[in-house]
Each structure stands twice: as structure tokens, then as C-alpha cells.
């Protein structure tokens, strides 16, 4: 099944400054990568998501980029805010035509900007 | 709209008790997860339901733990009886599954804490 890897664990950053979270994926047929931020006491809200067809997607000040060869996708935070400190999660799934597969999440990264 | 509804927000109960979470799923969606988050092993899929109808409950842990979906608004997971190591927060989220686009959104938790 899949597996997915999430690194670092815990990033801190100063106030303008950029942030990048790495994750890679185990299965090759996996095609939609959703980020997640948890914020604390709240469940997980979807930031941004990619699917296998493109290579970057950007929104405002963050951005996911999919590398399918090398199995590993990441989140760029740019001109970090004190609110952007949060637990960040990545997540893998497949769809094959009328199904799909369980989100499979990554551990986290605990994301704190510094004012 | 109000988002995923989760009761309660917290719990705490002894062990050997039987423990009922509940959920609201988005009006209009038509699947639910359960998910179960904690320290040691992250955010954990343990069932969910397309249609009311369970798909995947591979992850609920053992036969102490049970989910049910009467109808496309209401969802309950039950444990009986309740251990020390179920204490964890669980989190349910609801999607509108239609092809490959598919964003679930997270209801707010529910602290368990089993004495």
C-alpha cells in the first residue's frame, strides 16, 4: 500500500521568510496530493492540492510542486506570516476510473514563524 | 453553510465504558470518514462510507470499535469497551465524491480521554 514521507518534522522560520515542506510517496500509481494546515485545536483544512497531469500549482503566497519520477512533492510558503504557524500535513491517493484510493497522510511538520 | 459537526468536543470517561462519537456531515455530501489523529501514529483513516454504505473499514482497529450511517446526515462511531491507549482526538470529514475531484473538509474533533 501506500506510504508516505513527511520532513522535517518541525521548521521555524523568520517572519518573511520562505518555508518548504517535503514529502515522498511509495506508490507510483498515487495521482492527487492534497496539503492540509491544522491549526491548534481544529481539524485539518485543505490549502492547496495537485493532481499527477500537472508539475506546480501556486496560490497567493503558496505553492505545491509534483515531481512523479522521483515520487516527491512540496509546499512552498513564501514571505512567511505568524499566522501561517501551524501543523502542516501532506496526503497521497489514487483514482482509478470509479474508484479511489484512501487519503494516506504524512506525519506532519509543526511550521513556526518567528515575528 | 456550518461545516462538519462534531459531538461532543471533548470527552473523558473511565475505561470498560462505552464511548459514542457523533457526526454532521456538509449537507449535500456523499461520503464520510472517520479519522482517528495521535501522537505516535498521525492522522489515521479507520472507515468511511460512500452513500451511507461503508466502503472501507480495514482501519478500525478491532471489533470494540463500530460505525454506522443511518442516513446521509448522521454518522456515529462507537466504542465499547473504551481503553487507556483509544484516547486520541477523531476526526470526521465529508466530501462530495464526483470523479477525481474530491476535497474532504474536516469537522473540528473529538478529544477522547479514557482514564
Known amino acids: 500500500g501506500e506510504n508516505v514521507e513527511q520532513h522535517p518534522s518541525t521548521l521555524s522560520v523568520q517572519e518573511g521568510d520562505s518555508a518548504v515542506i517535503k514529502c515522498t510517496y511509495s506508490d507510483s500509481a498515487s495521482n492527487y496530493f492534497p496539503w492540509y494546515k491544522q491549526e491548534l485545536g481544529k481539524g485539518p483544512q485543505l490549502i492547496i492540492d495537485i493532481r499527477s497531469n500537472v508539475g506546480e500549482k501556486k496560490d497567493q503566497r503558496i505553492a505545491v510542486t509534483l515531481n512523479k519520477t522521483a515520487k516527491h512533492f512540496s509546499l512552498h510558503i513564501t514571505e512567511t506570516q505568524p499566522e501561517d504557524s501551524a501543523v502542516y500535513f501532506c496526503a497521497a491517493r489514487k483514482y482509478y476510473g470509479g474508484s479511489q484510493g484512501n487519503l494516506i497522510f504524512g506525519k506532519g511538520t509543526k511550521l513556526s514563524v518567528k515575528p | 453553510d456550518a461545516g462538519v459537526i462534531q459531538s461532543p468536543r471533548h470527552e473523558v470517561t473511565e475505561m470498560g465504558q462505552e464511548v459514542t462519537l457523533r457526526c454532521k456531515p456538509i449537507?449535500?455530501?456523499?461520503?464520510l470518514f472517520w479519522y482517528r489523529q495521535t501522537m505516535m501514529r498521525g492522522l489515521e483513516l479507520l472507515i468511511y462510507f460512500n452513500n451511507n454504505v461503508p466502503i472501507d473499514d480495514s482501519g478500525m482497529p478491532e471489533d470494540r470499535f463500530s460505525a454506522k450511517m443511518p442516513n446521509a446526515s448522521f454518522s456515529t462511531l462507537k466504542i465499547q469497551p473504551s481503553e487507556p491507549r483509544d484516547s486520541a482526538v477523531y476526526f470526521c470529514?465529508?466530501?462530495?465524491?464526483?470523479?477525481?475531484?474530491?476535497?474532504?473538509?474536516f469537522g473540528p474533533g473529538t478529544r477522547l480521554l479514557v482514564l
Open positions: 470529514a465529508s466530501s462530495f465524491l464526483a470523479g477525481v475531484q474530491e476535497t474532504q473538509y
Open positions: 449537507s449535500g455530501h456523499n461520503s
